[in-house]
Each structure stands twice: as C-alpha cells, then as structure tokens.
C-alpha cells in the first residue's frame, strides 16, 4: 500500500517517523460515497422493512404464516416486542413501539432512524432504489480499479501463513488485547482485516444486490430464475435482512478499530491518503 511517497525523519533517541501513502485517491473517493450510500440505504431500508416488520423462510410471507423474526406491539399497542423464533423481547420505547406515554406510536423501527422520518412506503423505495443503484456503480468502480491495479491481489489476498490457525489465533488475541500492528507490520492490512474486506466485498454485497433484484416483481418476471434461486421472495427478503445487519456489524467494528488504533492518523489516511508509521529503534 505504501509508495515511493515515503519519507522518514529519525530523531536520536526517539522513534523514526515515517509517513507513507496508504489509500489511493480512487479508495479514499469511493469510500466516502459508500459511507454515504451504506448510510442511506439503511435508513431507506428501515421504512421499507416497517411496512411489513417481519420476516420469513419460503414462497410466501402474509400475516397469518409463520415468521422467524418480527417486531410489533401487544397488550393493545403498549409494549413493543421484537420475536427471534421463540425468544421474545421488550423493547418498548424503540422497537415496536416508540416513544412513552401519550406519545408512544406503534412502529417498527422508531423514525429518528428512517427516511423519510414519517411511514411512506413509495418515497422509502425510492430513496432506497436510488442510493442502491449509486452504490452498485460506485462499487463496479472500486472493483474495476482494484483487479486493473493489482490492489486485491496484492493488499487483501491472504497469504497461507496468515490463514493458519496459529498466526488466525494470535491476531484475534492481539485485537481482543488492543494491540495494534506498529512498524513495518502497520504498512499492510492484518489478516482479519482482509478476510472482513473480503468477506464483505465478494459475499455480503454481491448476495445483497441479488437478493434485491429478486425482491423485485419486475425482476421476477424477466429472470423468474432469482426466485429458484433463493426459495422465493421472502427467504431472499430474508437473507437481504441478514446481510444489512451483518454489514452494519462490519461498520460498528471497523470504526471501533479506528478510533482505538488511532483516530486522527486513520481519518488522516481515508482524507489525504497518508498515514503516519513510527518505528522504534529496535523494530529497524
């Protein structure tokens, strides 16, 4: 990742201070428009999930049919509840029910965290198909650019090393002690990096962007095979929930490890593109 941008300054007992350029311009571009899209479409997908607030496996998905998650209201709209299979949750006040009081409303998801802020179904899809079309585009880009310039191949590509259970069990301790990559070990991802990136870039998004083109009846009727495929409408529904969710895991980690590996020098990094190193004496 780093380039012939580098330069060091060394000083007599302290560390060397090397800054190098971590993120091209094309990474630091497309990040920050799927910062902007991933953002919307969430809250897009939260109004549109709150038409219909719950899930289910197969052809078909209607009121009366098992579901394997929902979130709603009982005991006469009072007290929300989300329902994982049998395990039922109070969550008064966010899900199902938002707000106390005289001014609780029964809802889904509560309207701080949806677009538009009130229940619109129609104007929900749009946001939602928009930001969703600008998302796949903005990725094609990323994706084009990252095979062209070798970047996958050469900073994500785990090596057999990394993916042995040894070297795995190690980076998961070091992480869960907070210790960070520093020196020359800091120029490259870290093998839990890579296989997130990986994971969310070849598995996670491609199933999102199929699992949407199946959820769409006009879809449905051109490629009835997207059906098949995923077991009908609502198990695509389904794994489309699951995905989001599990993006949105992927987000709350990775800004965690940027504000415990070094907030400024990161951000600094997905700004301007470089990145700050200092390696102590012994590391050289």
């Known amino acids: 990742m780093a380039t012939l ?7 007599p007992t302290g560390p060397t201070i090397t800054v190098i350029r971590r ?11 799927n910062v902007l899209c991933l953002s919307l479409l969430l809250m897009s997908g939260l109004q549109i999930f709150n038409a219909h607030p719950a899930l289910y496996w197969g052809q078909y998905g209607a009121d009366a049919d098992p579901s394997w998650l929902s979130i709603g209201a009982v005991d006469g709209g009072t007290r929300g509840v989300l329902r994982i299979g049998n395990l039922q949750i109070t969550t008064t006040g966010v899900l199902g029910v938002s707000g106390t009081g005289d001014d609780a409303t029964e809802r889904g998801f509560p309207s ?18 928009f930001f969703a079309w600008l998302f796949v585009i903005n990725g094609s880009i990323y994706a084009l650019i990252g095979f062209l310039s070798g970047h996958f191949r050469r900073d994500l590509a785990p090596s057999g090393e990394e993916i042995s259970p040894h070297h795995l069990g190690q980076e998961i301790a070091d992480h869960a002690r907070l210790r960070f ?5 800091a120029r490259r991802y870290n093998v839990l990096q890579k296989l997130a990136y990986l994971i969310v870039i070849f598995i996670l998004l491609p199933l999102m962007f199929a699992t949407g083109l199946t959820m769409s009846p006009a879809m449905d009727a051109g490629y009835p095979f997207l059906l098949d495929l995923f077991g009908g409408r609502q198990t695509a529904r389904s794994i489309h929930f699951i995905c989001a969710w599990s993006i949105v895991l992927f987000v709350f980690v990775h800004i965690a490890m940027v504000i415990l590996s070094g907030l400024w020098n990161n951000m600094r990094s997905m700004i301007t593109g470089r990145y700050v190193i ?7």
């Open 181 to 185: 990559p520093k020196g020359e070990k």
């Open 112 to 129: 701080w965290i949806t677009i538009p802020s009130y229940q619109d179904l129609a104007t929900g899809r749009r946001w939602h198909l």
């Open 23 to 33: 993120h091209s311009l094309a990474t630091r571009i497309t990040h920050w428009i």
């Open 278 to 284: 200092e390696t102590e004496r012994d590391d050289r």
């Open 5 to 11: 941008d580098d330069h060091s300054q060394a000083t």
